[in-house]
């Protein structure tokens, strides 16, 4: 059995896309990409994987941010002109 060209898979892609079947449409996708990068075989599992997000790449970046509680507000800056006040010698 012949795997499938590149433009039959993108024309299924189209077709799905128009369908509204995006889970078909992604998965087809990610079978093109495969082909484009030289698999052999296509006819793998990519559900669970994901795209990288540009500017979360790196160390550190599987580390969630912390929230802040709903209703906060961050305190008023200090004035800036009050440093070194009292400290005058003379």
Not at 51 to 67: D, I, V
């Amino acid at each position: 059995m012949t795997s499938p060209s590149i433009e039959e898979l993108r024309r299924a892609m189209d077709a799905a896309a128009e369908r509204l079947d995006f889970e078909e449409a992604r998965a087809l996708r990610d079978r093109i990409n495969l082909l484009r990068g030289g698999a052999e075989n296509t006819d793998v599992d990519t559900s669970g994987l994901t795209r990288q997000r540009p500017g979360a790449m790196g160390l550190g970046t599987s580390q969630s941010r912390p929230e802040r509680p709903a209703g906060w507000v961050p305190p008023t800056k200090p004035d800036p002109m009050t440093k070194g006040r009292g400290r005058r010698q003379g």
